[in-house]
Structures are given as C-alpha cells and as structure tokens.
C-alpha cells in the first residue's frame, strides 16, 4: 500500500469516527461512477449501512464524461473512475483531496464464437482486415485508453501493428454524444445486436453479463503480451457526513467482496 493511499485511508478512518451513521443533511448522497461499476455500485449502495433516501442513485457513464461534469459544475460528493488520471486532475482544483486507487480489472476480447478467438491467436485476428474492432472512446473513457495501450502493446510483438489497429478500431460507445445501438439494451450488447461489429476490447468484469444477454458470444482473455492492468480511482470531493464513510466502505472487506463478485481484482482482500 502506498504511502497516499495510507494518508486517505487514515483521514477517512479519522472523519468516520466523528461523524454521525446517519446523515444529518437533507441532501442524499451523490455518487459519479464508471459505467463499467453499474452493477458492483449497485450492490454496495444497497449493502452500505445508512437510512433509506441517505444515499441517492448512483449516475454511471464514461470517467472522463463524468469528470468534465463535475468540473462544469455538478455537485458530487464521492467519486470512483476506470482510472486513476481523471480524479488526479479533480485534485489540481480541489485541494486537502486524496485519490486512492480501490481496484484492478483486466481487457478481454469479446467476440463472436465463429471467429475461433484465442489467447494465442488473438492478435493475428485483429490485425485480419476482415474483422470488424470496436473499442470505447480514449480520451472519454479509459476503456478506450486501455484499448490503445493494448495496440501500443501490440507493436512490440508486430512491427506496424499499432497504426494498423489505431486505424480499423471503432468507436462505438463511451463517447460523450454515444447511444446504444439498440434501443433499451445495454451499449456493449447492442454492438452485436445490431451487428456493428465481430470483436469488442472490454472490461473483463463486463463480459459476462453481455454473454448472457447476447448468444453466440466468448470472452477471451488477452495474452501476457498484450495484457495491460485497468486501476480504478476513489476520490472524497465534499463534506458531506457520509462521503468519507461511504469511501471507507468501498474500500472495507465487505466492499472489496462485493467488487470481486462482480469480477473486480480488488486491492483491499487477505
């Protein structure tokens, strides 16, 4: 654990200790965070212990989208990117705050069972003009920088493999003018539903849900040469009497479960 990390972690214990279980505002509890944590949040909202109405709904959607939100003027109380640099760049301008990194996640490879999709092959595949690459949005969404860090990966293994994926990759969700593809599903399922494309570089821990959803489907794991690890970010941007508690929860063991659950590599496990 890094010394940061111990710093935020004592100052939540700190202010956990004088503030009141419940909350003493008329104010609900406002949470930001990524949409690839809508059903993990989901899940610790309804496990974290405060009144009814004390903690509002979560909003979920792309980190970066959100972290221009709040930089525009949303009141946000706690908030938990895909990444680490977007609540970086909140601390710039909110002084006394601290980031705490709360869990990992991987990238696999979501892709029609025809293609023959492997670890080993995988790279090959992507780089075949006859299949179809979509990621999120860089820059939006760190799915969509874990993407690209995945081709920058790519190069070293194949000369020229960088440009060719940069080139051929769509970007189909996370943007910030981005809708799902098919009415009333998810943004993931409705690349497939709506037949935009044979692969899609995700998160891990949102696979199996679309394969659920969506026959005809596998999640393949990227190989040691192409993996790279996503680090999620919690940051406390209020005072709110349950910001710090609802952080300390997250990043307590029954948060942490939760989080692996729902396929997280959490930070914070024996």
């Given at each position: 654990m890094t010394g940061k990390?111990?710093?935020?972690?004592?100052?939540?214990?700190?202010?956990?200790?004088v503030l009141p279980l419940h909350s003493?505002?008329?104010?609900?509890?406002?949470?930001y965070a990524a949409g690839s944590l809508t059903a993990a949040f989901?899940?610790?909202?309804k496990a974290f212990p405060a009144a009814p109405g004390d903690v509002g709904t979560p909003v979920f959607g792309p980190s970066g989208v959100l972290r221009e939100r709040i930089e525009r003027g949303d009141h946000v109380d706690v908030f938990a990117s895909a990444d680490m640099d977007q609540p970086r760049r909140?601390?710039?301008?909110?002084?006394?705050?601290?980031?705490?990194?709360?869990?990992r996640n991987r990238l696999c490879a979501l892709a029609k069972m025809g293609l023959g999709l492997a670890p080993a092959n995988l790279l090959d595949r992507l780089l075949d003009p006859s299949i179809r690459l979509a990621t999120s949005t860089p820059g939006a969404d760190p799915g969509g920088d874990?993407?690209?860090?995945?081709?920058?990966?790519?190069?070293?293994?194949?000369?020229?493999?960088?440009?060719?994926?940069?080139?051929?990759?769509?970007?189909?969700?996370?943007?910030?003018?981005?809708?799902?593809?098919?009415?009333?599903?998810?943004?993931?399922?409705?690349?497939?539903?709506?037949?935009r494309a044979d692969v899609m570089l995700g998160y891990c821990s949102s696979g199996q849900a679309v394969l659920q959803e969506?026959?005809?489907?596998?999640?393949?794991?990227?190989?040691?040469?192409?993996t790279v690890g996503p680090a999620y970010g919690l940051i406390v941007l209020s005072d709110h009497p349950?910001?710090?508690?609802?952080?300390?929860?997250?990043?307590?063991?029954?948060?942490?479960?939760?989080?692996r659950q729902h396929g997280f590599e959490p930070t914070g496990l024996p």
């Open positions: 990390c111990r710093q935020f972690i004592t100052v939540l214990l700190a202010i956990s200790v003493v505002r008329s104010e609900p509890l406002r949470v989901t899940d610790i909202v909140l601390v710039r301008s909110a002084s006394g705050r601290f980031v705490a990194m709360f869990t874990y993407a690209w860090a995945v081709f920058a990966r790519a190069e070293t293994v194949y000369a020229g493999a960088q440009a060719i994926l940069q080139q051929k990759a769509m970007q189909l969700v996370g943007g910030p003018n981005s809708v799902p593809l098919v009415p009333g599903r998810g943004a993931v399922e409705g690349i497939f539903l709506a037949n969506v026959p005809g489907l596998t999640n393949v794991s990227l190989p040691p040469s192409l349950l910001a710090a508690r609802f952080a300390l929860f997250v990043l307590s063991e029954r948060g942490q479960a939760i989080l």
